[in-house]
């Protein structure tokens, strides 16, 4: 029942930087989880980073260190900052909601089918 919506993405030059955010509507939001997924041309879909109801944040190794994700639940929206950005980061990027901790005990869960609500996406290029 959770609505989401992306914004933010556009055409940034190799090593600059982007937010995107991901804008939720519905009950209960502060209760989920939120995802952030990326997919390439050609390329499957892949989890790259997700923030637990309690602001405990994950990082997949591609993106460690470079990427920062943030919710703001008075504003009903999660933001993905993104640093030190490479052509290989290029990709529609997606949000999800889903209602079980994203991350815990050193085990992260990217399972596209647990994640129950997506939004449409914003197409992020990394490119000179």
């Known amino acids: 029942q959770v609505q989401l919506v992306e914004s933010g993405g556009g055409l940034v030059q190799p090593g600059g930087s982007l937010r995107i955010s991901c804008a939720a509507s519905?009950?209960?939001?502060?209760?989920?989880?939120i995802g952030w997924f990326r997919q390439a041309p050609g390329k499957e879909r892949e989890g790259i980073s997700c923030?637990?109801?309690?602001?405990?944040?994950y990082y997949t190794d591609s993106v460690k260190g470079r990427f920062t994700i943030s919710r703001d639940n008075a504003k009903n929206t999660v933001y993905l900052q993104m640093n030190s950005l490479k052509p290989e980061d290029t990709a529609v990027y997606y949000c999800?909601?889903?209602?079980?901790?994203?991350?815990?005990?050193?085990?992260?869960?990217?399972?596209?089918?647990?994640?129950?609500?997506w939004g449409q996406g914003t197409r992020v290029t990394v490119s000179s």
């Open positions: 923030i637990n109801n309690d602001n405990t944040p």
């Open positions: 519905g009950p209960n939001l502060d209760y989920y989880s």
């Open positions: 999800a909601a889903e209602i079980q901790l994203c991350y815990y005990n050193d085990n992260v869960n990217f399972r596209t089918t647990d994640f129950g609500s």
